[in-house]
């Protein structure tokens, strides 16, 4: 599986245009379509504020080809803690279900993971 970006940031708003641009090139230079592109980085920007609701600092964002089309990995990497999920977080991971293939959270090292097909 080839990495296509990877990129470590402070978990801030003001950063989420940046990560959403980026999304976008990758998903062009996949080939997704432009609404699988959108769903992409609607994708990356909730799984970033979800990290940000649960105690994140920072995180990494990993973009991988794979076979089937754009593997993507959000990991939160300074802070977090064990708090609750809010009604906020709920609606968050169900888009990201509604949206994503594969989707896997993994709550002891504050990853998510999801898939975006190239016929998305």
């Known amino acids: 599986m080839n990495r296509y970006l990877s990129l470590?940031?402070?978990?801030r708003r003001e950063m989420m245009t940046t990560v959403r641009l980026a999304t976008g090139g990758v998903c062009a230079a996949a080939g997704l379509s432009y609404?699988?592109?959108e769903d992409c980085k609607v994708c990356v920007?909730?799984?970033l504020l979800l990290l940000m609701r649960r105690g994140f600092s920072a995180a990494s964002v990993q973009f991988y080809?794979?076979?089937r089309g754009i593997d993507v990995r959000?990991?939160?990497?300074?802070g977090g803690g064990d708090t609750a999920l809010s009604?906020?977080?709920e609606i968050a991971l169900a888009l990201l279900n509604a949206l994503a293939e594969s989707v896997c959270v993994c709550d002891a090292d504050g990853s998510i993971?999801?898939?975006?097909?190239?016929q998305a």
Request: charged share 35%; aromatic share 8%; no cysteine.
């Open 8 to 11: 470590e940031l402070p978990l």
């Open 35 to 37: 609404d699988g592109g």
């Open 45 to 47: 920007t909730e799984s």
């Open 65 to 67: 080809e794979d076979a």
């Open 74 to 78: 959000v990991r939160g990497t300074e």
């Open 87 to 89: 009604d906020e977080d």
């Open 113 to 118: 993971t999801f898939l975006f097909g190239s």
